[in-house]
């Protein structure tokens, strides 16, 4: 059983800059691939990025490539989304997830075992 906590998520101006954590319970995150997805309201959870295990490799929606960047500690058990230059359609909850299925087709929601609560980014224009 692994819990997921997201954090760092708030209100930023267009063109601004926020980093999230996604803090995982357990001793076993080291076997996790990890991933964050986004929901704006009303519409469908949507891939933003994922990061296999060891962080050796990612993987980026289109739509925020060249703009976040995920990273992964896991000394600290800890993923993080680096967002920059931010746009108001990034505008969404964010949502971290873990799977242990391997590190492919991870755009794919069904692949993940947990997933977190998530953390509100409001992007202003």
């Known amino acids: 059983q692994v819990q997921l906590v997201e954090s760092g998520g708030g209100l930023v101006q267009t063109g601004g800059s926020l980093r999230l954590s996604c803090a995982a319970s357990?001793?076993?995150?080291?076997?996790?691939?990890m991933g964050w997805f986004r929901q704006a309201p009303g519409k469908e959870r949507k891939f933003v990025a994922a990061?296999?295990?060891?962080?050796?490799?990612?993987y980026y929606a289109d739509s925020v490539k060249g703009r976040f960047t995920i990273s992964r500690d896991n000394a600290k058990n800890t993923v993080y989304l680096q967002m920059n230059s931010l746009k108001p359609e990034d505008t969404a909850v964010y949502i971290c997830?873990?799977?242990?299925?391997?590190?492919?087709?991870?755009?794919?929601?069904?692949?993940?075992?947990?997933w977190g609560q998530g953390t509100q980014v409001t992007v202003s224009s």
């Open positions: 990061i296999n295990r060891s962080g050796g490799s990612t």
């Open positions: 357990g001793r076993t995150f080291s076997s996790y691939d």
């Open positions: 997830a873990a799977r242990r299925s391997g590190f492919y087709q991870v755009t794919t929601q069904t692949g993940y075992n947990y």
